[in-house]
């Protein structure tokens, strides 16, 4: 296990380096800013160390970019607008940190987007449309245990291909939007511990794919609908 800092040289190494991972060490201090030189990677992974400072308006020169993991660090500041000039993005970690700051409307720009997690963190504001207007997202949407607030938009119904939603653990307020009943694909949803309320929509029953569904520690009023037992493969129903 390496310990240190990350060095500024790092930078030099050839511009045709597509991998950098140096994940699950002890390297701490910045991530330097002259690591946008290395315009030629496609997978960086600095997760699971102790890397502090802020994520670099840089890093948004690293077009060719498919996968970026700094979850499981220190960072603080807020998430750059230029990671929306990533579009190549497939995957993108930035979990368990300490960004704070709005979710830039700029990665409504990351069209090839599979996976976002901005878990953990304490992000604020409002939820951009221009997030769940990326029907690219298949497999996980992350945005639990942060602070964010006012209404989930009725853009998330664009979310047909996706299969795990997490918003729990915000401060979201407002009714459900019947829109999410667009999003097919879900295998698991988790709402909790928001301040969501009026009443759970009949038109829950539509994501037949469900397996598990969170809706506990909300203002949700009203009766369960009877609705909610035609989704026959449910494996944890939390509504509490």
């Known amino acids: 296990m390496f310990g240190g800092m990350l060095p500024s040289s790092v930078a030099n190494l050839s511009s045709e380096l597509q991998d950098l991972a140096v994940s699950y060490n002890e390297i701490s201090g910045n991530i330097p800013f002259h690591i946008s030189n290395l315009v030629g990677l496609n997978f960086l992974s600095l997760s699971n ?9 840089s890093i948004g020169r690293l077009n060719s970019l498919e996968y970026l993991g700094v979850d499981n660090n220190l960072l603080t500041g807020s998430i750059p607008s230029s990671l929306g000039n990533l579009t190549k993005l497939l995957n993108l970690y930035t979990d368990h940190n300490r960004i704070e700051g709005t979710l830039p409307t700029s990665l409504g720009s990351l069209h090839e987007i599979t996976v976002a997690t901005f ?50 653990g915000n401060n979201l307020s407002g009714p459900l939007p019947d829109a999410l009943s667009n999003c097919q694909s879900l295998i698991g949803l988790r709402l909790d511990s928001n301040s969501f309320n009026h009443g759970i929509p009949e038109s829950f029953s539509q994501m037949r794919g469900l397996r598990l569904l969170n809706l506990t520690k909300n203002a949700l009023s009203g009766g369960i609908p009877q609705e909610i037992g035609l989704i026959s493969g449910m494996e944890e129903l939390y509504l509490g």
Request: aromatic share 6%; no cysteine.
């Open 119 to 168: 878990n953990n963190n304490k992000l604020n504001g409002s939820l951009p449309i221009e997030v769940f207007s990326l029907s690219s997202l298949s497999d996980l949407l992350d945005l639990s245990g942060n602070y964010l607030v006012g209404h989930l938009p009725a853009e998330v119904g664009s979310l047909t291909n996706l299969a795990y939603l997490y918003i729990s």
């Open 49 to 57: 160390n102790r890397l502090s400072g802020t994520l670099p308006e």
